[in-house]
């Protein structure tokens, strides 16, 4: 993902939220794009998924799947390699995150 250059001099309030919740996902863990949204209190996955794409360069952005797993589109060879380095649990078979596993719900615990 490539961060793109600021429209207005930089990242609204909304961004900012998202990027950071995203910085504190911890390694071996994702969140849905679903997750971020209802986690912010407000957007949904569409407005968290253009947020990602926008600004999602500078954060790891490995870490946002869809709600079944699978990474961003256009994106899944650099992210598997990344589930792979940091032992993100994968569903058997499968180049999909293992949700119930590796889900995290924004709290200390990694």
Not at 49 to 60: F, I, K
Request: avoid cysteine; aromatic fraction near 8%.
């Amino acid at each position: 993902m490539t961060e793109a250059l600021p429209r207005d001099g930089g990242p609204d309030e909304y961004t900012e939220d998202v990027l950071s919740v995203v910085e504190r996902i911890p390694p071996g863990k994702v969140m849905s794009y679903g997750d971020i949204a209802e986690y912010v209190g407000r957007g949904g996955p569409r407005q968290v998924g253009s947020v990602m794409s926008q600004w999602g360069g500078g954060v790891p952005w490995w870490r946002v799947v869809r709600a079944d797993g699978r990474p961003a589109s256009g994106h899944e060879v650099r992210a598997l390699s990344r589930y792979a380095e940091e032992g993100t649990p994968m569903r058997p078979g499968s180049d999909r995150v293992d949700m119930r596993q590796a889900r995290w719900d924004g709290g200390n615990e990694g």
